[in-house]
């Protein structure tokens, strides 16, 4: 078992009205919840990561590359990898129990947008023919699901060796008291009200991949909410980075990547 | 170190649901004190003298002070005290006081704002050395009391400074003394400080035994919650908020959804108090009752009269209260008969709330005093509910002391404007810059004039008016550009939303905005150049808008005129100034406007109103004036309105979800019932199932011999109507935006900026429509619109009764020593009384006819079929033209009455011709 543990920055507030309004968890506007993650969590997959973000845990399996399976066979892209999504949740993920349904609107909006944004990482020119399956399994949901998500997967993209251009990262903010923004939002804080912005950027050339509002924001805020969600995603980055080396320092490497 | 926590909960369905969050325990979180050298807080952090001195008798050692929960919400008026200082206030009775009563938790948290109070928010939940887990079996009580002295104990260990925690759980003081911790019940450690003032506020939970003449059996417990919840459920009780009656101490009723309940008598009444959540049975139907129509105010007679003629209604009793209202009152003290007895009735001055028991060492000075009291609790075995006392207010009768005592009544911010916000203000020699000139539209060389009561200073509107080539006019507004210096989110702004209007009593004015601006850098005096946003219109000559503009603009008014100066430069022929014709074209224009309102089905109301001329120097009232009604009010009046109903339509279809906006519903045609009947006795028909039709039968309900008695009637009107409210139209229904009163589909308001907050808003809202400026998040947020209209209304309501309470007051200042003889007219014709309206004060009386004298028979019989009084030949009806004698009643120092004795007609043996006859008793209503 392999876990990395977030060194919570040493940060200025220390209003304790203002933690006791944001939240009760007690976090720092601009503190990520506490991640865990594990690289090669499912031995039958060709790779798999295991990702905790606070309560919220998605397991994600990668399949591939390989020849695209029969019933796929219209989607055989003669220049590029096919890339097969899937997104979704344990029927215990959530507070109440529900029976999962196929064809989930919700679990379909979010597989387009994990498809979005792993497109622009994976390299599929250098696999044409060829079909790339990422399944994600929630298996709690606790707000920044679609972050969990995707840094799981890109994780799990890793450990099966899928060529990627860089890292994908996502993070979550949103406003408190509609002026503080915070980072990293968990469920308690989604239902707070307040609108809650998702990015999924490219941290090393700082583009962005993917963006999602919940609710409409004013464009006075916007800006420095898109920036405390950018932070949020270098802050991730860099403790996924990590997992990434000290998984790879475990297992060993043959050019000795990550023993240095 | 995260922890879970974990809870289970069932949800609307009755699903049960497990929840699971998060709960991180921190090392940095500091202990706020200047004795530490070990945690890493800034200075101004730290809020804990580093040596706090013992202020009480009751404990030697210097020490930090901790309260608990029940200590906090019992005691909240002694924590108010400056006295008590160097306190740590735990998250955790943060928690459960914000829980249990969110007044307590607002004023908990005014007292942890407070500097000079020293006093700290210790997160304790989340250092970890302070969280405590709960155990099993535990209940959330005892581990939250747990959690408090665990937090106390860690402070004393951290800074070997003692801490004192404040309890009147015996139990709870008992465990930490075993921790070694000092505890003390609050009212002990508050008897041994040297404050006069903090023993005073102390609640009176702690007094034991009542004292005989206190003692009562009227009372029955009230049902357990846990019976009261199960009735509810079965249907058998029924939940509601609680109105005492304002003419009847013994009566009250209870509003629920379908109906209203009616309770009378103390034993139904069973110590609720008005404004509370009460729960009540219904009796059943052979034990209904009427509405009793007497007035009674004295608590002290049990016997209630009911009504035999009218409607028996649901009649019940309350079994329980749910949520008290406990808030201050204004009132005096009836000093205990027994010298050197600390316990004392206190009287308040809202008569629907009962007498309360006091204990004060002060009596003497207080007595003649005006003093503010809260309610703590009525046991069941007292006649009156407990209390303690809050502050004194001045002296009784003292002009100053009364108009406190009003606006205190009343929720009237009336404080000076801090320094944040006068920071806020433009220079003195603020001038109009270049790059903001040439943002506007130059207006400066169009006439333009403003119209005002005289000795207005705070002029927000201007108008003009002229002929176009093509045969057309072009009229103008011209509004005060107030939101131009009221940047939003400014401290300014903050104020100016919270006190949301300016209050206009009789002799002061309660600003909105501070002076500067009101009366000076947005107020369009003549002859100076000032800012404005126009609206600008383009009118046929029969008065049809053809094309709307608004715009930011600059102008300068040509002249300040008063209603009368204006009307008079109408009507002289000989004056063709600029001017003068633009008057007279906005007056024929405005003529056409108001006819075509009425024509749609507005209505014309009238409210009697008059004003005082008031000695500047002593302020007390010189004369009374009634208003004169002249043709130029209403010439504003219509421009006026023709701006909020095109800005209102302009903005609702910019912003359809966050404007707002002005409605007046219309009333419930029960409302209409007594108008009607009244009406129907002088052979009148009133129509009101639309605005129309009561429109038109008001103007068709004349009498040639008695011009008042039309105007009577629109006063009658005027009772029947319901608020007009503001509202966001995002979070109201469509068909809910019509505006009653005036018959227009879409109202708001935008001509005053300089008093009224909504204005500010609209202005904010049709720049943005306009370009003119930018929008910001509250502004379009429904929500917060709406919140802050839940404000508008609230002050809009009590600006308008402190109003009316004032002209109250004064009538009294003038009626001192004086007696008048005065015609009025009846109003209502009730079972023991007459309501007399004077319409030269414009004031309302009553002239009880019922003798309380056993000897002397009223000579009156009252009939209920068409309710009129008689005695011998002389029949009073509704409307009746009657002569009264008014003098001031000051035999009560605190509802002084202006006492009415009929005079005219004559009726043997009751009317009085000279001093000396029997004097029927008389209240006046308004008080």
């Known amino acids: 078992m392999l876990f990395v543990f977030l060194k919570r920055n040493e940060l200025e507030l220390n209003d304790a009205l203002f933690l006791q309004s944001t939240g009760t968890c007690c976090r720092k506007p601009n503190e990520l919840r506490i991640v865990r993650c594990k690289l090669g969590a499912v031995p039958h997959a060709d790779g798999s990561s295991y990702l905790e973000l606070g309560n919220t845990k998605v397991l994600v399996s990668v399949f591939g590359p390989y020849e695209v399976r029969s019933n796929h066979r219209s989607k055989i892209m003669s220049e590029s990898a096919f890339i097969n999504c899937q997104y979704s949740m344990a029927p215990f993920s959530k507070q109440d129990r529900r029976t999962p349904r196929p064809r989930d609107k919700k679990n379909m909006e979010m597989t387009i947008n994990l498809h979005q944004a792993l497109k622009s990482v994976i390299r599929a020119e250098l696999l044409p023919r060829t079909q790339i399956d990422v399944m994600v399994e929630v298996l709690t949901a606790d707000g920044g699901n679609y972050c969990a998500a995707l840094n799981a997967s890109t994780l799990a993209l890793i450990d099966a060796g899928v060529p990627l251009r860089e890292y994908v990262i996502a993070c979550t903010a949103s406003l408190a008291k509609g002026e503080v923004p915070m980072v990293d939002i968990s469920h308690l804080e989604e239902t707070l009200g307040g609108p809650c912005l998702t990015v999924a950027m490219l941290p090393t050339s700082k583009q962005i991949a993917f963006t999602e509002m919940s609710q409409r924001f004013h464009v006075d805020h916007l800006e420095k909410v898109m920036a405390t969600a950018q932070k949020g995603c270098e802050d991730m980055y860099k403790i996924i980075n990590n997992a990434v080396r000290l998984y790879f320092k475990e297992i060993g490497f043959p050019n000795n990547f990550g023993q240095e | ?927």
């Not at chain 2, 004060?360 to 069941?380: C, F, H």
């Not at chain 2, 404007?659 to 007046?664: D, E, F, P, T, V």
């Open chain 2, 1 to 927: 170190m995260l922890k879970q926590k974990t809870f289970f909960r069932t949800n609307k369905k009755g699903d049960i649901l497990k929840v699971v969050r998060e709960h991180y325990l921190r090392e940095d979180i500091w202990c706020g004190s200047r004795a530490c050298g070990v945690c890493k807080a800034k200075d101004n952090e730290k809020v804990l003298d580093a040596k706090p001195k013992s202020k009480s008798a009751a404990v030697g050692e210097d020490h930090y002070i901790f309260l608990d929960t029940n200590a906090i919400l019992d005691q909240i008026d002694a924590l108010e005290d400056p006295h008590l200082t160097n306190l740590v206030i735990l998250q955790t009775v943060m928690e459960e006081v914000k829980h249990r009563s969110s007044a307590a938790y607002k004023r908990l948290h005014e007292v942890t704002l407070d500097k000079s109070r020293k006093c700290y928010v210790f997160v304790n939940e989340h250092r970890f050395e302070t969280f405590v887990e709960r155990k099993q079996g535990e209940t959330t009580n005892d581990r939250n009391d747990r959690a408090i002295r665990v937090a106390a104990l860690w402070y004393q260990n951290h800074l070997h400074i003692k801490s004192v925690l404040l309890t009147d759980d015996a139990e709870n003081r008992r465990k930490a003394q075993e921790m070694g911790l000092i505890a003390k019940p609050l009212s002990e450690y508050a008897e041994g400080t040297d404050s006069p003032t903090l023993c005073e506020r102390l609640s009176s939970k702690r007094w034991g035994e009542l004292r005989d003449e206190d003692q009562t059996k009227a009372y029955t417990p009230h049902l357990p919650m846990s019976a009261i919840q199960a009735g509810i459920k079965a249907g058998k009780l029924f939940k509601g908020p609680y109105f005492a009656s304002r003419d009847n101490c013994l009566e009250a009723t209870v509003k629920l959804d379908k109906r209203d309940v009616l309770l009378q008598g103390k034993a139904s009444l069973n110590r609720a108090i008005d404004g509370d959540t009460v729960v009540v049975e219904i009796l059943p139907e052979s034990e209904w009752k009427a509405p009793s129509n007497l007035v009674v105010t004295s608590e002290d007679t049990d016997d209630v009269l009911e009504d035999a003629s009218a409607e028996k209604q649901p009649t019940g009793r309350v079994v329980g209260i749910i949520n008290r209202k406990f808030q201050q009152f204004c009132g005096i003290l009836q000093v205990s008969p027994v010298a050197g007895h600390t316990r004392h009735l206190f009287v308040p001055a809202k008569r629907h709330i009962p007498k309360i028991r006091i204990e004060t060492r002060q009596s003497e000075r207080l007595a003649d005093q005006r003093i503010v009291v809260a309610i703590d609790g009525w046991p069941v075995e007292s006649k009156y509910p407990q209390g303690h006392f809050v502050r004194a207010l001045g002296k009784i009768g003292d002009q100053e002391t009364e108009n406190e005592v009003l606006l205190l009544e009343h929720d009237i911010p009336c404080y000076k404007f801090s320094e944040a916000v006068l920071a806020d203000l433009p220079d003195n020699d603020w001038t109009i810059s270049d790059e903001e000139l040439a943002k506007r539209q130059n207006l400066k060389n169009i006439v333009i004039c403003s119209v005002d009561p005289p000795g207005c200073t705070d002029i927000d509107d201007a108008l003009h008016c002229f002929e176009l080539p093509n045969g057309n006019y072009e009229a103008g507004v011209h509004i005060a550009d107030v939101s131009h210096f009221i940047r939003p989110g400014t401290n300014i702004d903050k104020e100016a939303a919270h006190r949301a209007t300016t209050v206009y009593l009789t002799d002061q004015r309660i600003d909105m905005v501070p002076d500067l601006l009101s009366s000076n850098l947005c107020s369009l005096r003549g002859g100076e150049e000032r800012l404005a946003f126009s609206c600008v219109w383009e009118l046929s000559p029969q008065a049809e808008i053809i094309s709307t503009r608004y715009h930011k603009s600059v102008i300068k008014s040509a002249a300040a005129l008063t209603y009368g100066e204006a009307q008079a430069k109408i009507e002289d022929d000989t004056d063709q100034t600029a001017v003068a014709t633009s008057l007279r074209c906005l007056y024929k224009l405005a003529k056409i406007l108001k006819q075509r309102r009425i024509d749609n089905g507005a209505l014309t109301l009238a409210s009697p109103e008059i004003r005082f001329r008031i000695d500047p120097k002593t302020k007390e009232p010189l004369e009374v004036v009634a208003k004169p009604l002249l043709g130029t009010m209403s010439m504003v009046e219509e421009f006026m309105l023709l701006a909020n109903v095109s800005v209102a339509e302009k903005i609702l279809l910019e912003f359809p979800e966050c404007a707002l906006l002005r409605r007046h519903p219309e009333p419930p045609p029960m409302n209409f019932d007594p108008l009607i009947k009244a009406a129907g006795h002088q052979g009148f028909n009133i129509d009101a199932s639309t605005g129309k039709n009561l429109s038109l039968s008001l103007d068709n309900a004349v009498k040639e011999n008695d011009p008042y008695f039309n105007t009577m009637l629109r006063i009658l009107t005027t009772r029947c109507m319901q608020q007009a409210l503001y509202f966001s139209s995002g979070m109201t229904q469509k068909e809910m935006f019509f505006h009653y009163g005036l018959a227009a589909p879409i109202y708001t308001h935008f001509t005053s900026p300089i008093r009224r907050y909504s204005d500010v808003i609209v202005h904010r809202l049709l720049a943005a429509c306009i370009g003119a400026d930018v929008t910001y998040s509250d502004l379009l947020d429904k929500r917060k619109t709406d919140d802050l209209c839940g404000n508008l209304n609230y002050r809009k309501r009590m600006a308008q009764y402190a109003a009316r309470a004032s002209v109250m007051l004064h009538t009294h200042l003038f009626f001192r020593n004086k007696t008048e003889l005065e015609e009025g007219y009846i109003l209502f014709v009730k079972k023991n009384a007459l309501q007399i309206l004077i319409p030269k004060y414009g004031l309302e009386g009553t002239v009880i006819l019922s003798s309380k004298d056993k000897n002397k028979p009223s000579p009156f019989e009252y009939n209920s079929d068409n309710h009129t009084q008689s005695a011998g030949d002389v029949v009073f009806h509704s409307f009746d033209r009657v002569v009264v004698q008014m003098s001031l009643d000051r035999s009560n120092v605190q509802h002084e009455k202006l006492q009415l004795k009929l005079v005219e007609p004559e009726v043997p043996g009751f009317s009085i011709t000279t001093e000396g006859e029997l004097v029927p008793a008389v209240e006046d209503t308004c008080g």
